[in-house]
């Protein structure tokens, strides 16, 4: 490759603003964090974590490039299109960082994202991402399963449903400042989806600590669901009784529904979801059904109308 090429970019050299800033605020937290003693754990994108090795519940499918994993991002606080995230997303600050975990569990509690990541041991999950989009990606997850923090928190016989926000700030966050979609991002899962085993709290990916464009320090995965349901920066988790309208159903109900499960049968109302284009290929692949993860899902839905329930 031509040392020109597009793929050849250091992001240091596209995103100078972002780097900078990335730089002068690890600066800052490195400073406190002396003065009170301890060292950040989680304070840059680039810090290695340690895990268990690579889960069973990995594809086997070779994953993505890291530069596509974190320059083709969907992540609305930074802008609207794929570019923008990473070229901007250096705004965020990442540590500290907490999560409310609130409404129906008898342990009710803030958790800094320290205790969240010594709640369950870390591990390599490579998942395919498809995008409503029609786009897709295999990306090398860090991350625990959700049900060790439910397991935890002891859900109420109420807890039906499980909400989850990003952070609201729109001068870390200045996408927020546009109407686009409505702010606060609000994402939701029925209990027993948050419970799947497949269902992930990522904080990070390739080994290392994630990328702000990719959601740091917390976001969620549902592999089997469009990419929209992985909720990014994740600030609160509140489990409640009745179904959470999300912000994208909030922005066209017909097009995004609660389930959002990926359905090669079930189109988007302005375009087919027959196929996709893995990120890297030029020709497009048939898409999956449940996204590849049907033997391990689809009894969730058993009994559901999935043209109903999309
Ligand atoms: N808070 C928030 N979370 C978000 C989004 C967003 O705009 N804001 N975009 C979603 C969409 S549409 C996709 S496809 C995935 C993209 O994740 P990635 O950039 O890590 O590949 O994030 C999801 N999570
Ligand atoms: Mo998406």
């Known amino acids: 490759m031509p040392t020109n090429a597009p793929g050849n970019i250091q992001p240091s050299e596209i995103t100078p603003r972002a780097v900078y800033l990335q730089r002068r605020r690890f600066l800052q937290v490195a400073a406190l964090s002396a003065a009170a003693g301890w060292l950040p754990l989680s304070a840059e994108a680039g810090v290695k974590l340690t895990t268990t090795g690579k889960s069973p519940l990995s594809t086997s499918e070779p994953p993505t490039p890291l530069k596509e994993i974190t320059h083709y991002n969907n992540f609305y606080e930074f802008g609207v299109d794929k570019f923008s995230p990473a070229q901007r997303a250096g705004s965020l600050i990442t540590h500290p960082w907490n999560v409310a975990v609130e409404g129906e569990i008898r342990r009710p509690n803030v958790y800094s994202i320290e205790t969240l990541m010594k709640l369950a041991p870390l591990e390599d999950r490579i998942y395919r991402l498809r995008c409503v989009e029609g786009w897709s990606m295999v990306i090398p ?3 625990f399963p959700l049900n060790a923090l439910i397991r935890q928190v002891e859900p109420t016989g109420n ?35 948050a419970m799947h085993p497949l269902t992930l709290l990522a904080v990070g990916l390739y080994g290392e600590v994630l990328p702000n464009q990719n959601g740091a320090p917390l976001r969620l995965v549902t592999p089997w669901k469009y990419g929209f349901k992985s909720i990014k920066s994740i600030v609160n988790i509140r489990f409640v009784e009745h179904r959470p309208t999300t912000t994208w159903m909030k922005a066209s109900s017909r097009e995004y529904g609660f389930y959002a499960n990926v359905n090669l049968h079930i189109d988007h109302p302005r375009w087919s979801q027959a196929k996709e284009r893995r990120i890297g290929e030029f020709f497009k692949r048939d898409t999956l059904l449940f996204n590849g993860y049907a033997e391990q899902v689809a009894s969730l839905y058993r009994g559901m109308d999935l043209k109903k329930h999309f």
């Not at 409505?182 to 027993?192: C, F, G, M, N, T």
């Open 159 to 193: 807890a039906k449903f499980v909400e989850f926000t990003t952070l609201y700030d729109p001068e870390q966050m200045p996408g927020q400042r546009s109407p686009v979609l409505s702010w606060p991002y609000v994402e939701a899962l029925r209990l027993d989806e």
């Open 141 to 143: 997850w860090v991350g």
